[in-house]
């Protein structure tokens, strides 16, 4: 009975070994399968999530080098326009300067004008009066000729005391540097 028990439960025990085993090779197949899609993910989303670190990084560095340039020209915009300021200032200064230099050349000019007129209107001798001119009144012209000659020659006339004591100081310094 017992052979005819073991040959009778043989097959239904090979059939359901084999299914034990057919299960349990499925579960394996599906639990590998699961660990592998779980893996692509994993490896998936830590790539994506690298990706967006990395683009948040590169963003954040490119809008500091942005606000960092945007402020350079801000402040070089600054710079030109008060230095635009500063030339208009010196333009107007150089406008005044030459409206007085002119304004001072067309008075000389005037003053000269006036003192034309004023010769024009009067003689010579109204204009000389007052000055001490040599007069040759015909006698002893050689000894006139040789006083008016003798300051060009290095005859000094001196009629100012103060000014002898001037060129006799330099005389000393100019004595003491060749000494």
Do not use: W
Not at 33 to 56: D, I, M, P, S, W
Not at 132 to 146: A, E, L
């Amino acid at each position: 009975m017992l052979r005819f028990l073991h040959n009778y439960a043989a097959p239904k025990a090979r059939e359901r070994a084999h299914t034990v085993f057919s299960e349990k090779f499925f579960l394996e197949g599906l639990k590998r399968r699961c660990f592998k899609g779980f893996k692509l993910y994993a490896e998936v989303a830590g790539n994506k999530h690298y990706q967006r670190r990395l683009y948040e990084k590169v963003t954040i560095t490119i809008d500091q080098k942005v606000v960092e340039k945007k402020n350079q020209f801000e402040f070089l915009e600054a710079m030109v326009r008060e230095l635009e300021e500063k030339y208009r200032i010196e333009l107007r200064k150089k406008a005044i300067l030459k409206s007085q230099c002119d304004q001072a050349y067309l008075r000389g000019a005037s003053a000269i004008s006036i003192e034309a007129l004023k010769m024009s209107h009067s003689t010579l001798s109204d204009y000389y009066r007052g000055m001490k001119m040599p007069t040759y009144n015909g006698q002893n012209v050689f000894t006139q000729i040789r006083n008016l000659n003798s300051a060009g020659i290095g005859f000094e006339e001196v009629t100012d005391p103060n000014a002898k004591a001037h060129y006799d100081m330099l005389e000393l310094q100019r004595l003491k540097m060749h000494n």
